[in-house]
């Protein structure tokens, strides 16, 4: 539901008064009180057709299919892969007032992969198929330029500042276990190798991130190095030297390629030919429990879903797993068939979308799963600093409507109607940022 703001209506005349004497309440003449409720009314229903003061835009003429993400206080502009061979450009802008800063050529050939920010350095990499082999630049983020370049894969940057590295003699950026490589760890600003780490074939790498997940190049700054040998052997590296921390001999698959992830403290092993999931705590290898993914239908996970850990049907549905026991808390029936973190929150998401791809939410509570309310559908872009969340969804006239939404009271409040959005919309460093219909980019500084 809306939230309708009336404006100050201290001056309007009183509808109740009260008579000090008698203490008591005395009502107007009917006519009277009639009349100042249709004039309420009239004051509500012209307050509600009126929209929110639009936000300030900046308006960036980039060509269609450019890309853009924020770093720090800047967005960074890439753009497309031309096929008639013209010039490809790196730009940066200031936020919030969109100056450009720097335009360079564009430091690496085919479409911008992962991108890192550490200190003063922008670190991206690069690939185009089997065309050109993968490729990292590190980029000095005030003037664009280049300060060093690997034959490499970008995996993300450590908490030590340093950029974590995967380089592979047959030059792609695959990860694929059956082919041996290097992981290294360089200096942001020069890209001197601080430690190097050879794997063989089947060997699988993961990392443990500042917020606890295993996600990929781009998450949280990476805390330890896990890596699988095909032997059967765990280790735990240090970010910061490369060295072993920790190690432990577990039974390793009969075959097939080895499932390995992190959730907050689980190390999780598989077989991806099996459905069998074994948890072990990742600070001694001890083994907490045993689960079998189901195949009627198909289930994907787990993933982490706030506190807990949460497997999701090929056809929906979501099932949710105590971390500690492995132990089934609950589950959802399959119009439900993803699952969104907001702080301490959960947020149930539908299967099916909408036109405009917008899907509907409900929250849910962590403890039985019951679903103790709904918020419509929309696209979440992210929260806001007083727990609320931002979403878009297209609305009348053509326009996309910006809203905060209030998980606890099922409430939003329209934040602005944005004109010629056509997608692709994110949130970072305050702004929001979307394709517009004609291909440029529009940003808007947010109201917190």
Known sequence: MATIELGDVSAAPDLVETDPAAGQVRLPPRPVLVAALLVLLLVTMASAAVPPRPLPEVVLATGLGASAFTAGDRLIVADPVSLS????????????????????????????????????????????????????????????????????????????????????????????????????????????????????????????????????PGAGAIRQVVVALPSGEIQIRDVGTGQVLRSARLPAPESGRRYVDLIGDLLLLGDDGERAIVAYALDDFVPRWRITRRTNPHEWGPLPCGDLICFFGETGGVRALDPGSGRELWTLERRWGGMLTEGD??????????????????????????????????NVLGSTPDRGLLAIRPGPEDRTWLVRLDPDSGEYRLLDRLKEVSGDCQVGSGVLHCRRMDGSIGFWRLPY
Do not use: C, H, K
């Open 85 to 216: 061979g013209g010039n490809q450009w790196l730009s940066a802008y200031r936020l919030p007032d969109g100056e450009q800063l720097w335009r360079v050529r564009m430091p690496l050939p085919g479409n911008a992969g992962p991108v890192a920010m550490t200190g003063e350095t922008l670190v991206m990499s690069a690939e185009w198929g089997s065309v050109f082999p993968s490729e990292t630049v590190a980029l000095d983020l005030a003037t664009g330029t280049e300060r060093w370049r690997r034959l490499a894969w970008l995996e993300g940057v450590t908490e030590t500042g340093d950029v974590l590295l995967w380089t592979s003699r047959f030059g792609d950026w695959r990860r694929g276990e059956e082919r041996p490589g290097t992981l290294r760890s360089v200096s942001a600003d020069t890209g001197a190798e601080s430690w190097s780490v050879p794997l063989p074939a089947g060997a699988v790498r993961t990392f443990r991130r500042q917020d606890g997940e295993s996600a990929g």
């Open 345 to 378: 929150r959960l947020l149930a998401v539908t299967t099916e979308a909408t036109e405009s791809m917008a899907r509907s939410l409900a929250v849910v509570d962590p403890v039985t799963g019951e679903i103790v309310g709904t918020l419509g559908a929309w």
